[in-house]
C-alpha cells in the first residue's frame, strides 16, 4: 500500500519532542535557488550517523555517557575516498549494523558517486561531513559546527548538500 | 536538500527542501543490499531539488517500507545513555511502589 502520508511517530513516538518544539516561521525559511542544472553541479553529502576516519578523534561519548542530556555538536570531514570499511558508524541512539554492512542504506557515497560516473552532478565533492545527530542543545550545532562546515563547503566551491539524517 | 522521516520536525526547522520517506531510522535510503531501491531515493530527492521552486517543499514519498513494522528492528542492541537512565529510573521507581 503506498504511503499517503509519512507517519512522523511511526517508528517511535514523537509527539513530546514535536510538542514543546517552537516552529520557526515559514516565511523565514532560507531560499538559494539552483545555481545551475545538477549536471553541472559540485555536491556533497551530510549524514547525522556519527561517521568519523578509523584513526580522527572519535565523537565524545564518554561525556554523554556522563551526562546523558549532552550530545557532541561537533563534526568530521571525510574524504571521498574512505571506503566503506575505513570509517566508523558511530551513533549510540540507532543501530548502526546495517550501514557496517552497507554504507548506501544512509550514506550513499557509492550512488553518488555513480551518479558522478553517469553526469547526473557535475562532481562529488572532495570533502564529505558527517555529525551526531544526537544534539539536545543545539546552540553549539548553529553558532560553530554549522559554519565551520559551511566555510569548508564554500573553500570546495561546492553547489549543492544532500542532508541524509539517520 | 534533506531527506527525513520525522516530517513534523523537519518543516519546524526551515528547512528549504526535503523529501519524507517512511522508512526506518538508520535506513532511511532503503535496506542493505538493495541498490536500486537505495537509488530510487536518492533520485527522488536530486528531482526535488531540480524542480522546487520555492522554500518549505516538501514531498511525501509514496514508498512502504518492506517490513512491518514489528519487525523492522532500527533501535541498538545497547540503549543509548539516555534511554538506560530512564530505564533504570524507571526500574527504580517501580521497587519503590513495590516496596510500600
Same mark, same amino acid.
Given at each position: 500500500?503506498?504511503?499517503?502520508? #509519512?507517519? !512522523?511517530?511511526?517508528?517511535? &513516538?514523537? *509527539?513530546?519532542?514535536?510538542?514543546?518544539?517552537?516552529?520557526?516561521? @515559514?516565511?523565514?525559511?532560507?531560499?538559494?535557488?539552483?545555481?545551475?542544472?545538477?549536471?553541472?553541479?559540485?555536491?556533497?553529502?551530510?549524514?547525522?550517523?556519527?561517521?568519523?576516519?578509523?584513526?580522527?578523534?572519535?565523537?565524545?561519548?564518554?561525556?554523554?555517557?556522563?551526562?546523558?542530556?549532552?550530545?557532541?555538536?561537533?563534526?568530521?570531514?571525510?574524504?571521498?575516498?574512505?571506503?566503506?570499511?575505513?570509517? #566508523?558508524? !558511530?551513533?549510540?541512539?540507532? &543501530?548502526? *549494523?546495517?550501514?557496517?554492512?552497507?554504507?548506501?542504506?544512509?550514506? @550513499?557515497?557509492?550512488?553518488?558517486?555513480?551518479?558522478?560516473?553517469?553526469?547526473?552532478?557535475?562532481?562529488?565533492?572532495?570533502?564529505?561531513?558527517?555529525?551526531?545527530?544526537?544534539?539536545?542543545?543545539?546552540?553549539?550545532?548553529?553558532?560553530?559546527?554549522?559554519?565551520?562546515?559551511?566555510?569548508?563547503?564554500?573553500?570546495?566551491?561546492?553547489?549543492?548538500?544532500?542532508?541524509?539524517?539517520? | 536538500?534533506?531527506?527525513?522521516?520525522?516530517?513534523?520536525?523537519?518543516?519546524?526547522?526551515?528547512?528549504?527542501?526535503?523529501?519524507?520517506?517512511?522508512?526506518?531510522?538508520?535506513?532511511?535510503?532503503?535496506?542493505?543490499?538493495?541498490?536500486?531501491?537505495?537509488?530510487?531515493?536518492?533520485?527522488?530527492?536530486?528531482?526535488?531539488?531540480?524542480?522546487?521552486?520555492?522554500?518549505?517543499?516538501?514531498?511525501?514519498?509514496?514508498?512502504?517500507?518492506?517490513?512491518?513494522?514489528?519487525?523492522?528492528?532500527?533501535?541498538?542492541?545497547?540503549?543509548?545513555?539516555?534511554?538506560?537512565?530512564?530505564?533504570?529510573?524507571?526500574?527504580?521507581?517501580?521497587?519503590?511502589?513495590?516496596?510500600?
Amino acid at each position: 500500500m503506498p504511503v499517503a502520508k #509519512v507517519d !512522523s511517530n511511526y517508528y517511535h &513516538d514523537q *509527539s513530546e519532542r514535536l510538542a514543546q518544539q517552537r516552529p520557526n516561521d @515559514p516565511a523565514e525559511t532560507p531560499w538559494t535557488p539552483m545555481p545551475k542544472p545538477l549536471s553541472e553541479c559540485k555536491v556533497t553529502l551530510v549524514s547525522t550517523a556519527g561517521i568519523f576516519v578509523k584513526g580522527d578523534e572519535p565523537f565524545d561519548y564518554g561525556r554523554e555517557w556522563a551526562e546523558p542530556s549532552w550530545g557532541d555538536p561537533s563534526h568530521r570531514e571525510i574524504p571521498r575516498t574512505a571506503g566503506q570499511d575505513d570509517v #566508523v558508524y !558511530s551513533h549510540l541512539h540507532i &543501530d548502526t *549494523s546495517f550501514l557496517t554492512r552497507d554504507r548506501n542504506v544512509a550514506w @550513499p557515497v557509492d550512488i553518488f558517486n555513480d551518479y558522478e560516473k553517469e553526469g547526473k552532478i557535475g562532481a562529488l565533492a572532495n570533502t564529505l561531513y558527517s555529525i551526531m545527530g544526537y544534539i539536545p542543545n543545539f546552540s553549539p550545532l548553529i553558532k560553530r559546527t554549522a559554519p565551520l562546515m559551511v566555510e569548508s563547503m564554500k573553500a570546495q566551491c561546492v553547489d549543492v548538500a544532500f542532508i541524509v539524517p539517520v | 536538500m534533506s531527506l527525513s522521516n520525522v516530517p513534523e520536525m523537519t518543516e519546524k526547522v526551515a528547512v528549504s527542501r526535503a523529501a519524507f520517506i517512511q522508512y526506518p531510522f538508520g535506513r532511511q535510503l532503503g535496506d542493505v543490499g538493495d541498490r536500486e531501491g537505495q537509488r530510487k531515493i536518492c533520485d527522488a530527492m536530486a528531482d526535488l531539488l531540480e524542480t522546487s521552486t520555492g522554500p518549505n517543499t516538501f514531498v511525501h514519498l509514496p514508498y512502504e517500507w518492506h517490513e512491518p513494522l514489528e519487525k523492522t528492528k532500527w533501535r541498538p542492541d545497547i540503549p543509548a545513555p539516555g534511554g538506560l537512565r530512564r530505564m533504570q529510573e524507571e526500574a527504580e521507581e517501580k521497587k519503590k511502589a513495590a516496596s510500600k
